[in-house]
T-cell receptor
């Protein structure tokens, strides 16, 4: 099983450019999440989607937008990239909410903004 | 403010040694998870603890949730090079959103052959 698939794996952008990070899961999970991981900061939640058709802000939503396209896909968009958004981005999914539900992570997108 | 403090931040040991890493908070958590992350990959769940005082074992790994549900520990017996990785604790604060996991910054473990 593929699990959670993220594309692209690597990307370099110039300040001010826009791009969309794609995420798809094949586990029929209801909930999906976007995190960023920075050295010394740990994983921080950007946005989440509790179920198809809903999205909510996490800890660090500024500068990002998300779309829950269908049950499988959850995309993250940077409208005007800034160097502070250089990070590794992880998408995750879980069957439902609650920390007792295991979150399954993709392998990340490494994004550099010059 | 870091809600979940992990210690130590870095740990380098020899194969066969025992070790313990800690995850502490001033907040009460409904449940707490431990993940391991290897370079270039996403975190993978090791265990979830839900009840205060709970102890779970996964082969050579022993996880404990504090009685007050504010802290947790991970003990590895006879560490092996395959245990090398970043260990992350994560939890949902009691009374908070079910969907918002708070992660610690992690403990980077290196086990040398």
């Amino acid at each position: 099983n593929a699990g959670v698939t993220q594309t692209p794996k690597f990307q370099v952008l110039k300040t001010g450019q826009s791009m969309t990070l794609q995420c798809a899961q094949d586990m029929n999970h209801n909930s999906m999440y976007w995190y960023r991981q920075d050295p010394g900061m740990g994983l921080r939640l950007i946005y989440y989607s509790a179920s198809e058709g809903t999205t909510d802000k996490g800890e660090v939503p500024n500068g990002y937008n998300v779309s829950r396209l269908n049950k499988r896909e959850f995309s993250l968009r940077l409208e005007s990239a800034a160097p502070s958004q250089t990070s590794v981005y992880f998408c995750a999914s879980s069957e439902a909410g609650g920390a007792w539900q295991p979150q399954h992570f993709g392998d990340g997108t490494r994004l550099s903004i010059l | 403010t870091q809600l979940l403090e992990q210690s130590p931040q870095f740990l380098s040991i020899q194969e066969g040694e025992n070790l313990t890493v800690y995850c502490n908070s001033s907040s009460v958590f409904s449940s707490l998870q431990w993940y391991r992350q290897e370079p270039g990959e996403g975190p993978v769940l090791l265990v979830t603890v839900v009840t205060g005082g709970e102890v779970k074992k996964l082969k050579r790994l022993t996880f404990q949730f504090g009685d007050a549900r504010k802290d947790s520990s991970l003990h590895i017996t006879a560490a092996q090079p395959g245990d090398t990785g970043l260990y992350l604790c994560a939890g949902d604060i009691l009374g908070g959103s079910n969907y918002k996991l708070t992660f610690g910054k992690g403990t980077l473990l290196t086990v040398n052959p």
